[in-house]
């Protein structure tokens, strides 16, 4: 609709920032505002960057209030037609959002569980093999629809990780897990940025009142950033700085989640301090010769261990020998960390990842926990047909777990740009993904 209406010219050349803004899931309301702030010449790239600091300076609700579904007259104009679609439009790119749970937390948490559980799978979609799909939970209309279809019409579980640790990551899985008796990881990760940075507190000001990181991105704030804040507040000596700049300081540590080293000095997380708050050891994305900013992009993209770990604790009873894994462009073994923490022994890990840095860094943690199963790894999904499969299946046993997800870049994020929806070049993935089960599952119908 949106290309048509500029095709024909109908709009101007403000109207039609404000509607691609919008088409990309951005409330027009934020559109507004960042046209404002940025001039009408300002690009469509630094208008997103706009909005995306605006929108970390807002804690994040899931639930949008009904006042959000009223269209904003002042900013597309007169002509009622243009109001009706723009209303339309509008409506139907938070219809999305406005379907996930409050509070997030799935069939439950260590901490919360909700006051009713019923779930019922259809009997095709029952295990074994089990299988786990994650992808962000706020996704562009009809995302999760489509996945849903695709896997069986099995409900997600959208589940929020800062339940489970002192960063937020929201996120919705497809499973067919039983989801009686989960139990966490121990001990408990620390729940709140003051008990993960306890030298943090000294410095920590009173306005700041943030006790949870927003999500772990894949990049990080540059030191001109953090140089311009620090020069900002030492112009008051210590004191309060006014409101306006309160607003602007903590408008950029949500959106970079930045933590305060010292008096008026704030600092982006280091890559250890990312792997402590996802749930991996110390070190897992160290050494190599893995650059920071691969390390950066690879814990971006991961999975939060201990979320994980919670809804695939129900393995441990069921396979007390051990299991056999299919990872499925799954990053720096999200998932395989879990299943070892949990105690259950990979047998075999059957891993597609075309990232050689994600395969190099699961391979030396591999090494480093001495695991006496065996890991394979393919970086060609496109070369993972029903043929290799089934020797896959013939030379070690059926698969126990199908695990897997795909990077958020065409989905949500600060790099709304790209955000194509499951046609984009990293989320169609999740094509392979269901391509990939269904071909483990006729294998093992017929070794059976």
Partial sequence: MLLSLAAAGTLSEKEEKMLALANMGY??????????????????????????????????????PEDNLKPNYLCIGTSRPKKRKVFEMKKNIIEESIRLPNPMIGYGTPTLQPERIHRSLPVEARGPPYFYYENVALTPKGVWDTISRFLF?????????????????????????????????????????????????????????????????????????????????????????????????????????????????????????????LGFPRNHTRGGGIS??????????????????????????MYPDGINVLSLF????????ALHRLGIKLKNVVSIEKSKVNRDIVRSWWEQTNQTGSLIDFDDVQKFDGKLVEQLVDGIGSFDLVVGGSPCNNLAGSNRVSRDGLEGKESSLFYDYFRILDLVRCAMRNRQ
Avoid at 31 to 57: K, N, W
Avoid at 330 to 337: F, L, M, P, Q, Y
């Fill in 153 to 277: 019409d099995i409900e997600p579980e959208f589940v929020d990780s800062k339940y489970f640790c002192a960063a937020a990551r929201k996120r919705g899985y497809i499973h067919n897990l039983p989801i009686e008796h989960r139990f966490p990881l121990i001990p408990l990760p620390p729940l709140t940025v003051q008990q993960a940075f306890p030298l943090s507190r000294r410095w920590w000001p009173e306005w700041d009142t943030r006790d949870k990181l927003n999500c772990i991105q894949t990049a990080i704030a540059s030191a001109k950033l953090t140089e311009r804040i620090r020069s900002a507040l030492e112009r008051y000596e210590g004191g309060v700085p006014p409101e306006a700049v309160q607003r602007y300081v903590l408008e950029q540590c949500r959106k970079w989640n930045l933590v305060w080293v010292g008096r008026d000095k704030l600092a982006p997380l280091e890559p250890d301090e990312v792997e402590m708050l």
């Fill in 292 to 317: 920071r900013t691969d390390r950066y992009k690879s814990l971006g993209n991961s999975f939060q261990v201990d979320t994980v770990a919670f809804h695939l604790s129900v393995l441990r009873d």
């Fill in 27 to 64: 409330s027009l309301e934020d559109a507004s505002i960042a046209m404002d702030r940025c001039g009408p010449e300002a690009s469509v790239a630094v208008l997103t960057d706009c909005i995306c600091a605006a929108q970390m300076a807002r804690e994040e609700d899931c639930h949008l």
């Fill in 330 to 337: 799954s990053g720096i073994g999200g998932a395989e960390v």
